[in-house]
């Protein structure tokens, strides 16, 4: 079947170290979206590819890059994680950016100690 | 500014009972709208979405939801809620070019048996 797989599952890292999360997706979609959900919270887009062209949101931390080397996978690097970073990660395709429907992935747990 | 509005934080049903979770969003013209589901510790789940036409839309689970214009409302409904469905709902919506979907702060669904 046809998905979005984001790897791994549950991170736990500690104050101050870098950290990748892995998202690949087998959907062969344009577009690859990172989205950030703390506990209670609705998910928060951070950032999202088209291609290989970077849209950033305006209010997303520096702290947090992202890079995509090719179609199928997407990564979301945070430079130097915070306790405030501790939340899930989801990753999202859509096949073109206005196809307008998304397809998630299980999402990335993470725990900053 | 665009804003999605879910005024239940929590919901709670006998099973078997009929429910409705409501959703109004804020926009200067028609949106495209959705409808996920999330399970503890999951991913996010499409159950529905309106485009366009029948503003009745049919989605997966047993799942329906009417989008009302005069109302800037698109609220989810199920005549006969399962145990199953004990999970967090969010009403999405996008305008933009690129797909940026703002969602609802979600509503948390309990069933009781």
């Known amino acids: 079947d046809a998905m979005v797989i984001q790897n791994p599952r549950y991170q736990v890292t500690q104050f101050g170290k870098p950290v990748t999360l892995s998202c690949s997706q087998t959907?062969?979609?344009?577009?690859m979206y990172w989205y950030q959900q703390k506990s209670s919270q609705a998910p928060k887009l951070l950032f999202h590819?088209?291609?290989?062209?970077?849209?950033n949101e305006a209010d997303t931390p520096d702290n947090f890059q992202s890079r995509r080397p090719n179609t199928s996978f997407c990564f979301l690097d945070i430079r130097s994680p915070g306790l405030g970073d501790a939340a899930m990660y989801l990753c999202?395709?859509?096949?073109?950016?206005?196809?307008?429907?998304?397809?998630f992935g299980p999402g990335t747990r993470l725990t900053v100690t | 500014a665009q804003s999605v509005t879910q005024p239940d934080i929590h919901i709670t049903v006998s099973e078997g009972a009929s429910l409705e979770l409501r959703c109004n969003y804020s926009?200067?013209?028609?949106?495209?709208l959705f409808w996920y589901v999330q399970s503890p510790g999951q991913g996010l789940q499409l159950l529905l979405k309106?485009?366009?036409?029948?503003?009745l839309v049919q989605g997966i689970k047993g799942f329906e939801a009417e989008f009302k214009r005069s109302q800037s409302s698109f609220n989810l409904r199920k005549p006969s809620v399962h145990w199953s469905d004990a999970a967090e709902y969010f009403c999405?919506?996008?305008?933009?070019?690129?797909?940026?979907?703002?969602f609802g702060a979600g509503t948390i669904l309990r069933v009781k048996s």
């Open positions: 999202a395709t859509s096949r073109d950016p206005d196809s307008y429907e998304q397809y």
């Open positions: 959907l062969n979609h344009n577009v």
């Open positions: 590819y088209y291609d290989k062209d970077f849209n």
């Open positions: 926009y200067g013209a028609t949106p495209y």
């Open positions: 309106y485009f366009s036409g029948d503003t």
């Open positions: 999405a919506v996008t305008m933009e070019y690129g797909n940026k979907l703002v």
